[in-house]
């Protein structure tokens, strides 16, 4: 097969330098974060974490190389694939603090649940592809739809995950929301999602109760459940305009802040950076957000356009929910910044994600067979 020179000429360097910048951020924040930490190896993540950027970068390679329509026509057996290692998870998971969630894969952990995002966007595109009307979907006709969100999301609740799950059901709200839901439905779906709100309370985990409760009142159990909270909004305000300055957090280095690394990395960055610093990030995060919609605008076909629309989403509801999370603002529920928070998996996948949005950018200008 001849290599289209033309797709080399419209490869996406803004995105690039957008992926790349945020996850450079990221990499000297989670530095940072443990840098006093020798005795128990937290000094080490940063380095760990560039391991998992490179290998995201080598998956990022594969998946802009590889045209996404034929990534697409295989999205039934993908999503498939990625239900079974949910299944696999419960079975053969390895678990900690209480979560079965991970699969031991030569000496690395994985998170099926991370993967499951990138499948489920790419199995709803190939869906409404398929089926594509042209008027406003009815409840009726999202059945199949609903189905297919809604396997994964029990599967991963059961986990118990409510973070990731609640990640899921936004990314198919995102998606249905974009190809268009008639009014009434909407009405009958928020009515009929209200009226299930608590049942679905009665179905939560005590610890997963009990972090609802404290984002109301975060000073009704200061020193257990409210402790993050508390010492994230501290670490933040803290930084003032400008920031106490690179490893000059007092939170994050006498250690008053927990999950420093992973879920609350964005209070490391505010101490230090400050108001200014914080503005920055989410700046870098809004330009990839809108570059995303800007690819998913001028895709050629329906199925791009779902897929950049779904990996946009993610990344904007992952940032929405953990910034509201660290500020007070919304439950602590695990969910992390991408590029910035700790992780193999995230990583992995999120660079897999937007390997898919170059590939849709770069064939934008090919004709379709």
């Known amino acids: ?44 993540l940063y380095m760990k974490q560039v391991q998992w950027i490179i290998v995201g970068l080598v998956f990022m390679i594969m998946a802009f190389s590889i045209d996404y329509r034929l990534i697409s026509r295989y ?20 678990a900690t ?28 595109a190939r869906y409404f592809d398929d089926h594509r009307i042209h008027k406003a979907y009815r409840l009726r006709e999202l059945f199949i739809p609903v189905l297919i969100m809604l396997v994964p999301f029990l599967l991963i609740l059961k986990q118990p995950d409510l973070g990731t799950a609640l990640v899921l059901f936004i990314i198919f709200c995102s998606v249905t929301l974009f190809i268009g839901v008639q009014w009434k439905s909407l009405t009958w779906a928020a009515l009929t999602g209200l009226l ?38 501290i670490a933040i305000g803290s930084g003032g305009f400008v920031g106490k300055g690179f490893l000059k957090g007092t939170q994050t280095q006498l250690r008053f802040l927990p999950e420093r690394h992973t879920d609350f990395i964005f209070s490391v960055f505010a101490e230090e950076w400050g108001f200014l610093g914080g503005i920055f990030l989410l700046v870098m995060f ?46 602590v529920v695990g969910i992390p910044l991408p590029f910035l928070s700790y992780g193999g998996s995230s990583m992995v996948i999120l660079m897999i994600s937007i390997g898919l949005l170059m590939n849709i950018s770069m064939r934008r200008f090919i004709l379709q067979p």
């Open 1 to 44: 097969m001849k290599f289209d020179r033309r797709l080399f000429v419209n490869f996406d360097w803004t995105l690039l330098f957008l992926v790349l910048a945020v996850s450079l951020i990221g990499l000297i924040n989670i530095y940072s974060s443990g840098v006093n930490q020798a005795y128990s190896g937290q000094d080490f």
């Open 75 to 94: 999205a039934y057996l993908i999503y498939a694939f990625s239900i079974l290692l949910l299944v696999v998870v419960f079975f053969y998971g390895y």
């Open 97 to 124: 603090r209480g979560s079965q969630r991970w699969i031991l894969v030569g000496g690395f952990t994985f998170q099926p649940s991370e993967l499951v995002k990138l499948t489920l966007i790419l199995v709803l």
């Open 196 to 233: 299930l709100i608590p049942m679905g309370w009665y179905f939560l985990k005590d610890y997963q109760k009990e972090r609802i409760m404290t984002f109301f009142n975060p000073d009704s159990d200061p020193l257990g459940a409210g402790y993050h909270v508390i010492q994230s909004i």
């Open 286 to 331: 809004m330009a990839l957000i809108l570059w995303g919609l800007k690819i998913a605008l001028h895709s050629r076909d329906f199925n791009g356009t779902l897929i950049s629309v779904g990996i946009t989403a993610l990344i904007f509801w992952e940032v929405f929910i953990n910034i509201g999370m660290v500020l007070g603002m919304l439950p």
